[in-house]
């Protein structure tokens, strides 16, 4: 079928449903006319009708009336044909006054006007619905739903959904008491234990309300899914507001809007003044942390940001993305290196005269560090002491170390490694301190930030669980009993934005991670939230089984954040800062040297019993 046959097609049904209206109008305007002249007593000639059905007819077309689409009337299409109206009035009594020809008295106008704007829109809205009621017909099952939410949002999502066929709402849910037993756009308000009594009814729960915060969405949702109901939502506020979303964009409820606490907004007086017309060196830039960091860095505008990796696609992909958001020009480097290059990085620092490092170049998968511990040992350990030193020599003015809650107690060769390399960080900043106790003028300050899981990023529970959920199961997990602290990407760079702000030299900056999450209520959630059932002995028609296979070698049934000392509270909330205990420099660094030696005669009982010598604490290791 050729464009110009489908444009003919469209021209022609067009013009068809223009004269059924004018036809519509017509017999309106025939009709208010009468009904008015008979109300106020007049008689009614046929040249006066005549006259009014023209110069409405004439105005309606000239002002536009036929081009607006009667199956999407609203309250500015009501109001425009009000205006109409009274201009058709107006001119009808000018034209009575200039030929002396009665047709209506001003009494007869107004009420005229009142007719037939009434008459008019009724015939709109009859005609909307109808055209709702029967166009479109959808393919699709209809499903029956209920809108959590009867607020501003559950109306404009109720709204849209009348557009579409495949819904049908038939209840709205709140929980304020001074809603229950009224309306919205005829549909009833209740109360959310009326889902019980008809869950039977209803195919799926649809959450509109945006703003809801996180503790009162998982108490929703735990609700919900207790009357085994399927439940999705409406993008979060500031999807709405940014314009990245509308309002039927709906969504499954994710396991990261139910997990950890509130986040807490940014200080703006620590979020920038680190990083604003600063020159920045991420490493590790293409990894889940630090691809976050250079998206909240970029956002403030530094005067150069350096991306360092070794991995070629993941510096590849960040750097494009960063392009693209980059609408103010900032000068972005991208460097593909080893972070164990001591003359790369030095050279790197001094050349392009970088003010603040941000280390996020680790191995931090357990389970593959456990079993390649040489080549954990040496990227942990050895990129760490090669940055510190081309950042003092380079004099950076600030280094911050991006650590883990497994290095306290580690019970893993990397958590293990990871302590090493915070008391490399240490064992710097002490170097820097001059005989009073202060650092030195122009020396770098070293600083390092410790927290636990980060959702969603590389080796996370979470994306590993929603594979094996979408590969229809089973679900592993190590202990029935092991728990983990959670925080999202954004949150955990911005609180590192936020750190290297109040640095002062040789801290650790410990994160709040909120409550702990016990991960086998982690993948039973999981589960749910994807609208299938946990298969057990009980259940055994479920859809998913977890499946229990022991702790791993290295891991434990919770983690820490502090090895020997108590947290001190900082300028920020969720920021703590501590000073912990750690060896001379002069003592690492021959270690780094024996383990060097062992790594390269590729004996790993010599290289772990080195690093045992320098982290005592560290357990299970072989």
Not at 29 to 41: H, P
Not at 392 to 411: C, E, F, G
Not at 556 to 572: C, F
Not at 584 to 590: I, N, P, R, S
């Amino acid at each position: 079928m050729s464009f110009n046959y489908l444009s003919r097609v469209i021209t022609l049904r067009s013009a068809y449903r223009r004269a059924i209206l004018i036809l519509l109008d017509t017999l309106i305007v025939i009709n208010a006319s009468k009904f008015t002249l008979w109300l106020s007593g007049s008689d009614s000639k046929n040249g006066e009708i005549v006259s009014i059905v023209c110069a409405v007819l004439l105005s309606y077309i000239i002002t536009g009336q036929y081009k607006s689409l009667t199956k999407y009337l609203s309250s500015k299409d009501i109001y425009l044909i009000g205006g109409r109206n009274l201009t058709v009035v107006f001119i009808l009594l000018i034209y009575s006054s200039i030929n002396s020809k009665h047709i209506f008295s001003l009494k007869e106008s107004i009420l005229f006007w009142i007719i037939l704007t009434l008459i008019i829109c009724f015939v709109r809205f009859i005609l909307r619905d109808l055209l709702l009621s029967i166009g479109g017909i959808s393919q699709k099952p209809i499903l029956k739903v209920a809108i959590y939410g009867s607020g501003e949002a559950g109306a404009q999502l109720a709204a849209s959904l009348k557009m579409d066929k495949n819904y049908i709402i038939k209840t709205f849910i709140d929980d304020s008491s001074a809603l229950w037993s009224r309306t919205l756009d005829g549909i009833p308000i209740n109360p959310p234990s009326k889902l019980i009594k008809v869950k039977d009814q209803i195919d799926q729960v649809l959450l509109a309300i945006p703003s809801l915060d996180r503790k009162r969405r998982k108490e929703i949702v735990n609700f919900i899914q207790k009357q085994e109901l399927k439940i999705l939502q409406m993008p979060s506020l500031s999807d709405l507001t940014s314009g990245r979303a509308n309002v039927n964009a709906l969504r499954p409820i994710l396991i990261e809007d139910l997990l950890g606490r509130e986040s807490v907004p940014p200080l703006q007086t620590l979020l920038g003044p680190s990083i604003k017309n600063s020159i920045i060196c991420v490493t590790g830039a293409g990894g889940s942390i630090g691809s976050e960091l250079c998206r909240q860095i970029i956002k403030l505008s530094p005067q150069k940001l350096i991306l360092f990796d070794w991995c070629e696609s993941n510096l590849y992909t960040i750097l494009k993305e960063l392009k693209i958001l980059d609408l103010t020009n900032i000068e972005i480097v991208a460097v593909l290196g080893d972070s164990c290059d001591e003359i790369l990085l030095t050279n790197l620092f001094c050349k392009n005269q970088v003010e603040l490092v941000f280390h996020a170049a680790a191995y931090k998968h357990v389970p593959l560090v456990q079993a390649n511990p040489l080549q954990g040992l040496r990227n942990n350990i050895f990129s760490t002491f090669a940055i510190c030193n081309a950042a003092n020599r380079a004099m950076v003015k600030k280094l911050l170390l991006i650590s883990t809650d497994k290095a306290v107690r580690p019970s893993n060769v990397m958590g293990a490694s990871k302590r090493f390399a915070e008391m490399i960080v240490q064992g710097f900043a002490d170097l820097n301190r001059s005989k009073q106790g202060e650092p030195e003028e122009k020396s770098t300050c070293f600083s390092m930030v410790r927290f636990g899981n980060v959702l969603n990023s590389s080796g996370s529970v979470v994306p590993l669980f929603k594979e094996q959920i979408t590969s229809g199961g089973p679900i592993t997990i190590t202990h029935q009993n092991i728990i983990r602290y959670f925080m999202t990407i954004p949150e955990a760079a911005q609180l590192l934005i936020q750190a290297s702000v109040i640095a002062e030299g040789g801290e650790v900056f410990l994160l709040d991670m909120g409550e702990p999450v016990k991960i086998m209520d982690l993948a039973k959630q999981m589960i749910h939230l994807t609208g299938l059932t946990e298969k057990t002995e009980e259940n055994p028609a479920g859809d998913i089984q977890i499946i229990v296979t022991g702790l791993r070698s290295g891991e434990k049934l919770y983690e820490e954040l502090l090895v020997d000392t108590e947290a001190e509270p900082t300028l920020h909330p969720l920021i703590f800062r501590a000073k912990e205990k750690f060896i001379a420099l002069d003592k690492l660094k021959e270690s780094i040297n024996i383990i060097e030696k062992h790594i390269k005669d590729n004996n790993t009982r010599k290289a772990l019993e080195e690093l045992a010598m320098i982290v005592p604490e560290w357990t299970n290791h072989s």
